[in-house]
């Protein structure tokens, strides 16, 4: 957009005022105000409805911002065409001042004829001759322009009245003669001369176009026989030029390409058989009938047995023939029973080494190993028992701490009493302070009693910065601090870990239940995974008894996992659910940190907990959601 004046803005902020009136069926300043702010900065039409659409909808933007354009349209027009009425009006103006400024030179000429009619019939003839060398010349020099002549150098005879100038009207008849003569004499050179030999030789031109005459080479020639170099027209639209260089530029674009077809073929060798370069037309290949019937077919039958299925698999769930499936398949999954041996280890002591060795139709056994005595087999530590006896802990009630307190100082001031009554340790200073600073010291107080002050005060202050030497000593570092705190939140699992299981409904969307569910098992150094498969995710961790009750409380009650809504199988809306599935003790942990795990296929998620010898987990966990989704199913 052309930016616009000031006034034409101002002049313009009447319409916009009642354009947004007559859009909106109510004035807005603020609405007003900013479209003139639009122009004044020299807004497009696009950025305008922007800025507009901020405080209207869009559709009344738009619609406001076409109606300011079009006045802006309408002042441009209104503008220009004023313009143009001056422009005619100064030409008017510049028009009349010239023909009255001609109209007074023709009054002075009259008067100049008025003064000279007695001379009228003697210079009457002399004026005809006059008037014919000025027809011709005149001839000659509107011929000049169409010849490429250069007229500025010609010396062109003052106007004249009856062959004689005009300002020498006033001289004698001998000057008005030579004058004459002399403009004639310069006029008659000229034509002799090359300037103008050219324009004397052309003839007077015709109504008729002049014959256009080629030689045998194609050449424009004269009737003479010689060539004739024609004016050439230069193109001035800059749309001409472009169009003049576009064609010279394919033209030697062109030429080029035939430089480089003829510069390959010199390389070419004739003898070898080499492809055309021209690509050759593809042949129309038709379809075989019936192909699209075909494939008809085959969408149809594809579409009936999704159908057949959906509909055994919702007859399955009714009947619970499907959860029935999927608990054989784990129960099949667990792996293969080991064989049963022939014996047992312990049957292997008495009985023969083949079963089907009889004796008297009863199986063989060895009478040796028999006798009257009774074997106690010696009772082995169990695992979890520790190796040192525990005592319960004995708790005191604040009474007796205080006195058990108050009975250890008691015998600690003992023993320093009698270190000091022996001789072994110095007796301790009194201990002062300004409270009983007369009573402990007596006279010397009195004596110099502002010496006596000092020395209590420095006692005092030796005193405080011994107990915070003290508590600084018994302050732990930083390190230390940290360490303590991790003692605190890790538990010794040497004697048995312990382990719980849970199951979540779904948890791969849940970004913040995620976190809170790896942060806290980090935080409180506990092992174990998380492993996400759909409609059943097992999050399994692995700790101290301490442990696992915070993180329970966190599965169980911190975390409101009924809050969100996810979809089951059948692709219903459910609330989301957190279970226990079971908690008890291992020997060792089996998980190292706690990592989320995503299976898309059961088969991946059991290989998962299998290679960590814990497949029951998953079995565990797994069956129980189908069990759950079966209920669900029958209720």
Known sequence: MSHLSRRDIDDLRPSIDRAVYKILGEKDSSLVSTAV??????????????KLSSYVDSKKALKLGDKIFDLIEDLKSSSSKKRSRDDIVERESKKSKSSSSRYDE??????????????????????????????????????????NVNISNIAIPTPSIYGIPLGLLNRGEADKARKIAQLQAQIKNKFSSGILGNVIQIPVPSNKPTPLILDEEGRTVDKSGKAVQLTHVVPTLKANIRAQKREQFNKSQNHDK????????????????????????????????????????????????????????????????????????IAKSEGAIEEIPQMEWW???????????????????????????????TQMRCPTDPIKPLYMQVFLTKKEKKKLRRQNRREMWKEEQEKIRLGLEPPPEPKLRISNLMRALGTEAVQDPTKIEAHV??????????????????????????????????????????????????????????FKVETNAKQL???????????????????????????????????????????????????????LVWEGTSKQRNFGEV????????????????????EHYWDLAYSGAVLEQANDTFT
């Open 457 to 514: 005060r420095e006692q005092m202050a030796k005193r405080q910065k011994a107990h915070e030497d003290a508590n600084n000593q018994r302050k732990l570092t930083p390190e230390q601090r940290r360490e303590k705190k991790v003692k605190k939140l890790k538990e010794d699992t040497t004697l048995g870990v312990q382990v719980a299981v849970y199951r979540i409904k779904d948890l791969h969307e849940l970004a913040s239940k995620k």
């Open 106 to 147: 023709r009054d002075r000429g009259k008067e100049r004829e008025s003064r000279f009619d007695s001379d009228q019939s003697r210079h009457k003839e002399r004026d005809n001759g006059d008037k014919k060398t000025n027809g011709e010349q005149k001839k000659i020099l509107d011929l000049a322009p169409k010849t």
């Open 347 to 377: 049957d292997s002591v008495i009985l023969e080494d083949n079963l089907d060795t009889m004796k008297d139709g009863k199986i063989a056994i060895k009478t040796i190993a028999i006798n009257t005595l009774v074997e106690h087999p």
């Open 595 to 614: 990592k989320f795990k995503v299976c898309p296929t059961e088969r991946m998620a059991r290989e998962h907990f299998k290679k960590h010898k814990v």
């Open 37 to 50: 702010h639009c122009l004044n900065s020299g807004y497009d039409k696009r950025k305008t409805i922007d």
């Open 258 to 329: 035939v430089q480089e077809d003829s510069g390959e073929s010199k390389f070419i060798d004739s003898r070898l058989s080499i492809k055309p370069a021209a690509r050759t037309k593809r042949a129309l290949r038709f379809h075989e009938p019936g192909k699209f019937q075909q494939m008809a077919e085959r969408l149809r039958m594809k579409a009936q047995l999704e159908k057949l299925q959906n509909e055994i698999s919702q007859i399955a769930k009714k009947t619970g023939i499907s959860s029935a499936t999927k608990l054989a398949l």
């Open 525 to 579: 150094f506990m092992t174990g995974t998380v492993m996400l498969y759909r409609d059943c995710c097992v999050v399994v961790v692995e700790g101290g008894p301490k442990q696992q009750k915070k993180y329970k409380r966190l599965m169980l009650n911190r975390i409101k996992w009924e809050e969100d809504v996810v979809k089951d199988p059948d692709g219903n809306e459910v609330p989301n659910q957190c279970v």
